[in-house]
């Protein structure tokens, strides 16, 4: 498989990135599942600093270089930890061509392919949805998992379901927060747990802030969560997780 100089993500952006960890954790064992990655300045800068600078020249090299530092840094910190990485579909020309870096980058560090949990939002409108179902499929006859993040915010979600079914569905955190006592909530959350497991699909709850929702959703059997009532994300580090 040819590392892919076409897209010219061989090139080094102008600008450096670091990668921050927030846990995704499971409530049931008390335990990290996983730990989504997420892109921050060389200062520790947000990530919309580092989007504002992501054109359409350097999106490519963009997207290599968030899969290659997150390995590169998770494999240091823990490297039998899990991670999730979000990609850029629209960064993507070939499936497997463009993921030969981040194979490469694996096995240089030392990671196991199959620690590696790929997110796609539905925040970014998809370009070429059958390029993304072809994306998806590589991905997993790879050893991948993938994800939906943002679930729940739009139909944009439920179009990419309807196509091409993830490992994960990651809940968007408007639909979570105050979940605890909204009806309207509560039945939305119910359907989606109904179609997720008829597809054997796992639910991930984002933007946990509230012990009420927290608790709320564990007794309504959600076992992965991710929020800062568990850990702000924490830069080149693994926060401390707090269970209270």
């Known amino acids: 498989m040819p590392l892919c100089n076409?897209?010219?993500?061989?090139?080094?952006?102008d600008f450096k990135i670091k990668m921050a960890f927030q846990p995704i954790v499971n409530v049931e064992?008390?335990?990290?599942?996983?730990?989504?990655?997420?892109?921050?300045?060389?200062?520790?800068?947000?990530?919309?600093?580092?989007?504002?600078k992501v054109t359409e020249a350097n999106k490519y090299s963009f997207d290599?270089?968030?899969?290659?530092?997150a390995i590169q840094t998770i494999a240091k910190l823990d490297p039998t930890a899990h991670v999730s990485i979000n990609f850029l579909p629209n960064a993507i020309y070939d499936p497997e061509t463009c993921l030969a870096r981040t194979l490469a980058s694996a096995e240089k560090y030392g990671f196991p392919r199959e620690n590696i949990i790929f997110e796609v939002t539905e925040h970014e409108k998809i370009e070429n949805q059958a390029l993304l179902r072809d994306v998806f499929a590589t991905y997993k006859a790879k050893?991948?998992?993938?994800a939906i993040d943002d679930f729940g915010e739009g139909f944009a979600g439920l179009n990419l379901l309807a196509k091409f079914q993830p490992d994960f569905l990651k809940l968007d955190m408007n639909l979570i927060q105050g979940i605890n006592n909204d009806k309207v909530k509560q039945s939305i959350l119910s359907g989606i747990q109904t179609t997720a497991s008829s597809l054997n699909v796992e639910l991930i709850a984002e933007g946990i802030e509230d012990k009420d929702d927290f608790l709320f959703l564990k007794y309504n059997k959600i076992k992965y969560m991710q929020g800062f009532f568990f850990a702000k994300p924490e830069l080149e580090g693994l926060p401390t997780i707090n269970w209270d």
């Open 6 to 13: 076409t897209c010219e993500c061989h090139q080094k952006l």
């Open 29 to 52: 064992e008390k335990s990290v599942f996983a730990y989504e990655a997420l892109v921050r300045g060389e200062n520790g800068e947000g990530a919309g600093y580092i989007f504002d």
């Open 64 to 69: 290599q270089a968030c899969r290659v530092t």
């Open 143 to 146: 050893g991948f998992r993938t």
